[in-house]
């Protein structure tokens, strides 16, 4: 099975300062036949089902706000919320989506400092 | 509007079974592989199992092998799973989930339904 490592486990950030989530995968997850990342994001606010923020770990969902950016290649990817807003406090995943079992993240808490 | 609603959950002893149901709507249901994704109290989620549009090709992840069976039916636009053998760590909220198509993630999630094993 391909192992979904994200850390930190939790981050507390200022109102309109950048918050960083870093995903590693334990086997690439590029898909040379067409060069994208099976690498996924969600955001799980408490009580809710997750939302599809970013798949092929750049492109970002539509109806997602732009400070929300997908970047990285192979097996380490990073999520960035450019300016951190009150309603993006949640918890954040990533999951791989090139190899079943189709696994998550362990998922990053994020918080308003 | 792409609706998933999940039903059947409650509570059930160690050992017993359970079925849950999902219906869809708002979409071609017969053109899309259906997940169901778990998540534990307080804890993260957990892909459980997939099927495909036809029903012909199952995954499953290992903790279920053996005790889990996703099904589907395409004149009812609905997906299940069969849960066996249950157990206290099978405790969860069951999302049944669609994806967006070409290996781009789940786009749809239905409520959950929430499955408790306990005596």
């Known amino acids: 099975d391909i192992v979904m490592t994200q850390s930190p486990d939790s981050l507390a950030v200022s109102l309109g300062e950048r918050a960083t989530i870093n995903c590693k995968s334990s086997?690439?997850?590029?898909?040379?036949?067409?060069?994208?990342?099976?690498l996924t994001w969600y955001q799980q606010k408490p009580g809710q089902p997750p939302k599809l923020l970013i798949y092929?770990?750049?492109t970002r969902e539509s109806g997602v706000p732009d400070r929300f950016s997908g970047s990285g290649s192979g097996t380490d990817f990073t999520l960035t919320i450019s300016s951190l807003q009150a309603e993006d406090v949640a918890v954040y995943y990533c999951?791989?989506?090139?190899?079943?079992?189709?696994?998550f993240g362990g998922g990053t808490k994020v918080e308003i400092k | 509007e792409v609706q998933l609603v999940e039903s059947g959950g409650g509570l059930v002893q160690p050992g017993g079974s359970l079925r849950l149901s999902c219906a869809a709507s708002?979409?071609?249901?017969?053109?899309?592989?259906m997940t169901w994704v778990r998540q534990a109290p307080g804890k993260g989620l957990e892909w459980v199992a997939n099927?495909?549009?036809?029903?012909?090709?199952?995954h499953y992840v290992d903790s279920v092998k053996g005790r889990f069976i996703i099904s589907r039916d395409n004149a009812q636009n609905s997906v299940y799973i069969q849960m066996n053998s249950l157990r206290a760590d099978d405790t969860a909220v069951y999302y049944c989930?669609?994806?967006?198509?070409?290996?781009?993630?789940?786009?749809?999630w239905g409520q959950g339904a929430l499955v408790t094993v306990s005596s």
């Open positions: 086997q690439s997850v590029l898909h040379t036949s067409n060069n994208k990342n099976y």
């Open positions: 099927i495909n549009q036809d029903g012909s090709e199952k």
């Open positions: 999951q791989q989506y090139f190899r079943t079992p189709l696994t």
């Open positions: 989930a669609r994806d967006r198509g070409a290996a781009a993630g789940y786009a749809h």
């Open positions: 092929w770990a750049s």
């Open positions: 708002g979409f071609t249901f017969s053109t899309y592989w």
